[in-house]
């Protein structure tokens, strides 16, 4: 093999790539702009949205507010409840919860501050009902303010009976639980980022390996350019590397754009849900992650370039291959949303698992926990894989019935 040919192939193919609308969009444009529009664009309209929300006066129905006058005039207090004695019946309730004419309902026993206030309890538990949509989000934020300002009642009427039997409130209260959160707010950031990066940076590639994938195998066959490259000095090999090497840097660039411009959003305290304008969640750079992470992506997007050039230049046509390389795309969301699953940790018969093994340790890495092992057995199956698929794609352009189907 002559790498001067493979040289040769890779230079004409990726300065061909670059004159394609399609592959500068999907490879440059796509990670460059859909990151920002991501999470300044829907984040930004999440987080507005949400403190509308908060601060609107939503209407909550209070059923059997005459047997709680004084329940009633502290939920009246509370701000953003717009509070409606006055109800037939529950159904009636209930319906206006299903066409969403309200928000949230409280629903009170019957003589309730009659029995609260008397010296001798003759039932053990008084109920309150709060009624909700959880399906709506308005209305699980309403009945978060209720149940805020109930419990806040209770505490009144809790005071109230300690004081009448003088009592300490150790009596119900005997201990403290204080919360501690260690984490400093770069490793919460970390956290954050870690889920939602890998699964970005790995489909990134996948998607912007795909069009010249398939430009370079059935886009030429279909324009007849194929026969020409086949006569040419070089051999198949030499012929498929060039290939591989155009896909695999278009994925390569295409998923460092998508780190460098979630993390340009991250350390300018831009998340997901809002701008945290250098607050809690404000990221620092992490060396180390950043090195690691360029390292695990380089036989990812080799893996995935070789097996799209193994099956597009199966297709007659550039329409053709679309179809037969659109599964491969839908598998590999699957393995790289693991980053996403809370509790799910990586270990060595996971390191051994294709994309589900990157996708873990790029999350370790942004919490700040390395496994020189784990790191090893990840990137070194990932090689095999990736050369397996190299090897699979090389054998496939050594078949005329393929190379030549039209």
Not at 53 to 60: A, C, G, T
Not at 65 to 88: M, N
Not at 247 to 272: D, E, H, P, R, Y
């Amino acid at each position: 093999m002559k790498f001067v040919n493979v040289w040769i192939i890779f230079r004409k193919e990726f300065l061909d790539i670059l004159r394609d609308r399609r592959t500068i969009v999907s490879m440059i444009l796509l990670p460059v702009l859909f990151i920002p529009l991501l999470t300044v664009g829907i984040g930004g309209l999440f987080s507005s949205q949400m403190d509308k929300m908060k601060e609107r006066n939503s209407p909550v129905v209070m059923l059997g507010s005459k047997w709680a006058p004084e329940l009633l005039a502290s939920l009246q207090k509370t701000p953003g409840l717009q509070i409606i004695p006055e109800v037939p019946d529950t159904a009636t309730v209930l319906a206006m919860l299903h066409d969403q004419t309200i928000r949230a309902a409280v629903i009170v026993p019957e003589k309730f501050e009659e029995i609260i206030q008397a010296p001798i309890r003759m039932v053990d538990s008084l109920k309150i009902r709060l009624l909700y949509d959880d399906a709506s989000v308005e209305s699980g934020l309403v009945m978060g303010k209720v149940r805020d300002a109930l419990n806040e009642y209770q505490k009144v009427i809790v005071e109230h009976e300690l004081q009448r039997r003088q009592l300490h409130r150790s009596v119900i209260e005997p201990f403290q639980v204080v919360k501690e959160n260690r984490a400093s707010p770069q490793k919460m950031a970390g956290a954050a980022l870690g889920m939602f990066l890998p699964y970005l940076i790995i489909l990134m590639i996948m998607a912007s390996s795909q069009y010249p994938a398939i430009d370079l195998t059935a886009g030429e066959k279909e324009r007849g350019t194929m026969e020409t490259l086949l006569v040419s000095p070089a051999s198949r090999l030499e012929i498929v590397l060039g290939k591989f090497l155009t896909t695999m840097l278009a994925g390569l660039i295409s998923g460092c754009l998508s780190m460098a411009s979630m993390l340009v959003s991250m350390t300018t305290g831009v998340s997901m849900f809002g701008n945290g304008g250098g607050g809690e969640m404000m990221f620092q750079m992490n060396p180390l992650a950043l090195g690691l992470v360029a390292l695990l992506i380089l036989p990812v997007a080799a893996l995935f370039a070789s097996a799209l050039i193994a099956i597009a230049v199966n297709a007659r046509s550039y329409k053709e291959a679309q179809s037969y390389v659109y599964p491969l795309m839908l598998l590999i969301i699957v393995p790289a949303l693991t980053s996403m699953v809370p509790g799910l940790e990586i270990d060595a018969r996971m390191a051994f698992i294709p994309v589900v093994n990157v996708s873990l340790i790029i999350r370790n890495a942004f919490m700040g926990q390395y496994d020189p092992l784990l790191i090893a057995l990840t990137f070194m199956s990932s090689l095999i894989y990736a050369a397996f698929a190299i090897f699979v794609a090389v054998r496939v352009f050594q078949k005329e019935s393929v190379l030549l189907k039209t």
